[in-house]
């Protein structure tokens, strides 16, 4: 269990600061998307609307795509303001939270500054990084109020399907908790089209937004789907937040939203042509081990033998290439690797990372 109130995030500082490279496999999403490609003219980027507990056509947008009621969706801030602001409306000081571990870093340091004790339970990798209902019925408690996942897994890729999701969400209602699912990778398991888990019932929570799977991440449109009431108390709390969101950018989010199949099929194509080469540094027994079945963006190799800080040393400063070391994700001993860049890109710095592998291993 760990209550430490945590006041800023070590990896997102990395992120922004040490994680560039020319051939940049850090990132965990697709390349973005250009604004270009939008129809959007100048009368579209209006400054200000009428945009208070949601702008009704963005909210319309996200709810129609989710098959959905209006009233259950919260617009916020990207899926990491999203999770704030649903964590916030659910957590109260003291709480006990559950959070898998691995998982991406802004979960748990959020729930920590939100003044929850934080309980994990383990996603292992000789299980595929897969959700295990039985370790999270171990560890969960009558104090706890929420358990957090992400599907896909940050940071390994993995699936969970509806089932598994189902039966997690029955241990959760049992122990008087609810869950929330981080969904923001979601549609990059194209090949299974997979619906929200809001559907699962009203004790789920989903977050989400266009940044990974579309390359919109400067939009910021982020959202929460939730149960009309608790929706309506995150649209009162969130009035403490920021009180109104960049109006031109749920202007152009709206668009993309219109445009969503068209941006959908770029990334498809992207991950079509990129997923294969990847699987190639797998199969070279190339000194890295995935689990298997993974989808998305981003892989969660184990380096088999030598240290990843070393590794990740020898790639920046030989290679100008980068990964995400595994201790940001409490895993040591493994990296991330995202393939959501430019092609040619991603092809060259998967080639200099298994050159690395060997030159260290
Ligand atoms: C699981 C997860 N949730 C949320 C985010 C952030 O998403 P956004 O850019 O929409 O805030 C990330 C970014 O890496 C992530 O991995």
Known sequence: MISERVMSSKYMEWAKTR???????ATSGIDSYPLAELPVTIEDLEISGPSFYGYPPLVKAIAER????????????????SNHLAMATLIQTGDEVLIETPTYELIVSTALYLGARVRRFERSFENGFRLDPERIERTIGNSTKLVVVTNLHNPSGAFTDESTLREIGQIARKAGARVLVDEVYLDAAFDLAPRTSFHLGDHFIVTSSLTKVYGLSGLRCGWILAAPELAERMWRLNDLFGVIPAHLAERVS????????????????????????????FGDSSGLTSITG????????????????????????????????????????HLRIGIGGDTEMVSEGLSRLSTAVSEIT
């Open 19 to 25: 994680s560039k490279a020319r051939f940049n496999l």
């Open 66 to 81: 989710h098959g959905v009621p209006p009233e259950s969706v919260v617009a916020a801030t990207g899926t990491s303001g």
């Open 254 to 281: 709206v668009i993309a939203l219109g445009n969503l199949e068209k941006i959908a099929d770029r990334s498809g194509a992207l991950l079509g042509a990129n997923t294969p080469l990847l699987d190639r540094l």
């Open 294 to 333: 993974r989808r998305g963006t981003v892989a969660f190799p184990r380096l088999d033998c030598g240290r990843v800080d070393e590794l990740c040393n020898l790639l920046r400063d030989k290679y100008e290439t980068s990964v995400v070391p595994g201790k940001f994700f409490g895993v040591p001993g």
